[in-house]
Nanobody, 123 residues
């Protein structure tokens, strides 16, 4: 089973950038689609983006399209989330998880949730 650890969060001003990383353990990392989700205070966790196991296809929520980029390095068992042009509404705990379901946006199909990393965007 894949186990995941997120890192790279922090405090940034609006318009700034952050790069999150998600390190996976387990030899089957390359067989999973990987997703990033986020949960803001008082809100449900929501889909942010995902990437196919091959890295060939990526999917984004409309709210982050054009600003965020997901990528992966299967040799390093790591998935990344480059976040540019950050907005205060991007403030949330960001989680990564793994799925066997192609291009899923349903958190119920994901497993191996990490502890999350806090991203705070000040106005």
């Amino acid at each position: 089973q894949v186990q995941l650890v997120e890192s790279g969060g922090g405090l940034v001003q609006a318009g700034g950038s952050l790069r999150l990383s998600c390190a996976a353990s387990g030899r089957t990392f390359s067989g999973y689609d990987m997703g990033w989700f986020r949960q803001a205070p008082g809100k449900e966790r929501e889909f942010v983006c995902s990437i196919r196991w091959s890295g060939g296809n990526t999917y984004y929520a409309d709210s982050v399209k054009g600003r965020f980029t997901i990528s992966r390095d299967n040799a390093k068992n790591t998935v990344y989330l480059q976040m540019n042009s950050l907005k205060p509404e991007d403030t949330a705990v960001y989680y990564c998880a793994a799925s066997r379901i192609e291009s899923s946006r349903d958190e119920g199909t994901y497993r191996g949730w990490g502890q999350g990393t806090q991203v705070t965007v000040s106005s």
